[in-house]
């Protein structure tokens, strides 16, 4: 099982798109591990998006960021990093294919709505950076056994 960092980005919040682009990672069957509203520091936003840095949207992306709540959200599933990032949709809502997240929901290619960790190694960094330990939660769906084939012991 892998976990990967989601934000809902400031222009989520506030177009109140939230609740419906959660239920889309819920009915994939991505579990919820953790889950909380905030405001992102300067700081943790530099650091968040620091392999951006130099580039000419940076420091418009980090004010973006903090410049009205998020919500941040860590997904539980088999290949969840990449299942988030296909749902998630190419960057630029402009030519974000319809169906995805940024496709149906965004035309901007700055307010794209959504982060999403783009690899295990970034994953395990952006978890920590925005999640203490005990905020992220270990449980078993009780619906587990329906959502993948458990017949061999792991999900299939
Ligand atoms: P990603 O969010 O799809 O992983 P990245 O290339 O990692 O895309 O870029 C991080 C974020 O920076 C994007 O989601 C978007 O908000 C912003 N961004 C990326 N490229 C541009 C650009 O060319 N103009 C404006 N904003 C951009
Ligand atoms: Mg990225």
Redesign the pocket.
């Known amino acids: 099982m892998e976990r990967t960092l989601i934000i809902f ?1 400031p222009d989520a919040v506030q177009r109140g798109l939230c609740g419906q682009i959660l239920t889309r990672f819920e009915n994939k069957g991505l579990q919820i591990v953790g889950l909380k509203f905030m405001t992102i520091a300067r700081q943790t936003a530099e650091t968040h ?1 620091a ?2 840095k130099g ?3 940076y420091e ?2 980090v004010k ?1 960021m903090t410049s009205s709540p998020v919500a941040v959200v860590a997904l539980q599933g088999k290949n969840a990093i990449a299942i988030a990032r296909k749902m ?1 949709g ?3 809502g402009s030519n974000a294919e319809p169906g995805t997240i940024r496709g149906d929901f965004g035309v901007s ?4 709505l959504i ?2 960790s ?1 690899s295990v190694e970034a994953a395990a960094k952006e978890l920590k950076l925005f999640f203490r330990d005990d905020e992220l939660v270990d449980w078993t769906p009780t619906i587990q056994a329906w959502i993948y084939d458990m017949a061999k012991g792991t999900p299939e």
């Open positions: 980005k998006y392999p951006h580039k000419g949207f418009g992306l973006f998630m190419a960057t630029f290619n700055s307010f794209n982060h999403g783009d």
